[in-house]
Each structure stands twice: as C-alpha cells, then as structure tokens.
C-alpha cells in the first residue's frame, strides 16, 4: 500500500513539475483538424481540459497565424536566414515568444513559429508526442520556410524541451545541411533530474510504473528526463554538437524545471577553457596544408551577465529577456562573442 502510494506521488509530482511549463500569459491555440491530427497518444480519462466554441477557435487560429509568421516575408542581405522559433514543453501557443517574434520582426528578421508535438483531443497543447516524432515535423516544416523564402539555411530559436526536438533534427535528419546556427533557451540537455526526484524513485523501484502513468498523454515528458532512453540515444557518441552547426546555449542558474541548471550547458572537451561558464568549442578541419579553427558553440549564463534581471532570470521568464534577444541578434548576425552585444533592458523609445 505504500509503496503505490509513493508510486502516485512520484508521477503525480513529477506531471506537476512538467506542467508547470505551461505560461500563464500564454493564450489558447488553435485546432488540429481531426483527419490530420496526430494518432499516437490520447486524452487520459478524467483529464479535465478547456473546451472553446467553433468561433473561438477560428480567431485564435487568425491571431496566432498573423502574430507568427509571414508566409510572404523575403531574406535580406543583412538577414538572409529565416528564423524558425520553437516553443518548450506542453506550451499552448504562439503569444509566449511574442518578445522575441516583435523584436526580429522589426529588426528586420523573417520569423516562423511551429507548433509541434500535438495529440488527439487536445489540439491547443503542444508539446506531448514522442520528441522523435516532433523532429519529424520540424523538418517538414522547415523544407516549407525554406520553399516560401527561397533561403538556403535556416537559424533555429529553441526553448526548453524545443531544444531537444532541434537537436534530434540537426543530428539525426536533414538539420545539419539546413540549419545555420541554433539558439537554445534554458536548455533541457542531457535532461532534467525534477528536483533529485528521478534518482529517488529508481532507489525505491517504482520509477518505471510512475513513468508508465505520465507517459499515456505526455510522452515527450518521459523523454526529457534525465537518463532517458531517448536522451541516452542523442548522445550516445559522446557528441553534443553536429560540426558545421553554431551553437549559443541561453541558461539561468535559477532554472527550477531543468534541475541542475548545469545539465543545460554544452558539454564538450576543449582545447581551451577561458572560464567554467562561458566556453568555446574549436572544431578543426583540413585545409590543404592548414588548419581552419572556428567557434562553434558557447554558453552564456544570464546571472553573470545581468544580475539584476530577477523578473527573467528563471526557466520561464528568461525567453522573453532582453539578455535572448540580444545575444540571439549578434550570434545571428555571425559575432563570436555575442555575450559583448548583450544589454539587461531594452532601450527607451527615442
């Protein structure tokens, strides 16, 4: 009796933890149309979710559409990738990188947002199916940004369990031969531990019947963890970085969802090591008789940068930073040390 008592509330709180990822601000998105809507997963019974009249839905779905992306943007020279916005786990739609979306927009950026990851009978929630199957969409839909715009590359914005599904993409389908550069925000990485929970629930033996309860409508939250199968399997070769991609990884010491905040950071073995939180990956390739050495990957931490953010300095918050934007806009733009670009606050209106 007490042993599934402990079980309950091993996925009871672990389900609770993962749904705290859920914005407040975040408004309703739209329906998957039924014929299309994805097979794998279900509504679990007793689950209780919002329901929104036919009305609703269609002006969610035009708010939304018209708030993310404009199918009928063009490149520039000064911007000549589009940037493909990924939302985190179980995220309701577009509005939570409305910050970022306005702020490439008016800097002259073509900017997309998928909504990904979506089961049968909750439609308005992403995030949920298996993170392998959410690359897969990924990648449909970056061969559609990339036929609307003409562009050649992409450049990816992830957030949370967003990051993952980017880095299964660029690592295992066509991501390394479209993607440019990738930005993580509070990345997942080599996974969550929910507060030390997942290495208490597996001394005690009741980790896998926990997880077998969240895994019948969240699917992507199992493989989040730290651990998992899937996660094993991205990294199974030791890499995290895919030569030829740039990385900039975005982390808050005050990640309450990513626990510890480090499994965020990229890890990689360096030739050098400035200090032990901004690092830089050096990958070396012949050229005839030389070698080309280039920075490919760098994380940067939001408290050594801008101490007094408080309000962005969580897993949350710290996607809708100036700190992001920033340091996003100077990696994009091809800057080595997007960190010297960084301002803690956006500037007054002229």
Known sequence: ?????????????????????????????????????????????????????????????????????????KTTKQHPKPVIILHGLISYGFQSWSFMTDQLTAAGYC?????YGQIPGMPFI???????ESAEELEAFVDKVLEATGAEKVDLIAHSEGTVVSRWYVKFLRGKDVVDSVVSVAPVGRGTSLLGLVGVSKLFGWFNNATD???????????????????NQLYADGQEAV?????????TRNDQVVTPFSN???KIELEEL?????????VHSDEGNAKKTTIAAKNLIIEDHCPDDKDHSNHFGIFQSSFVYFATDAFFSGKTNPEESVQCSMPSPS
Not at 126 to 132: A, E, K, P, S, T
Not at 216 to 230: M, P
């Open 1 to 73: 009796m007490r042993r599934s008592l402990f079980k309950a509330a091993f996925a009871a709180t672990t389900t609770l933890l993962l749904l705290s990822a859920i914005p407040h601000q975040q408004a309703l998105a739209a329906p998957v149309d039924a014929s299309t809507a994805p097979k794998q997963g279900s509504v679990p019974n007793g689950l209780s979710v919002p329901s929104l009249s036919d009305v609703e839905h269609q002006q969610h779905d035009k708010d939304d559409e018209s708030r993310a992306m404009d199918w009928s943007c």
């Open 111 to 115: 900017v997309f947002q998928l909504k």
């Open 126 to 132: 992403g995030g949920l199916r298996d993170i392998r």
């Open 213 to 231: 309860i969240v895994q019948q409508f969240c699917t992507s939250c199992i493989q989040l963890l730290q651990g998992s199968d899937l996660l």
């Open 243 to 251: 030569p030829g991609v740039r990385y900039l990884n975005l982390v």
């Open 264 to 266: 965020g950071l990229m």
């Open 274 to 282: 400035p200090d032990d939180l901004v690092s830089n990956l050096r």
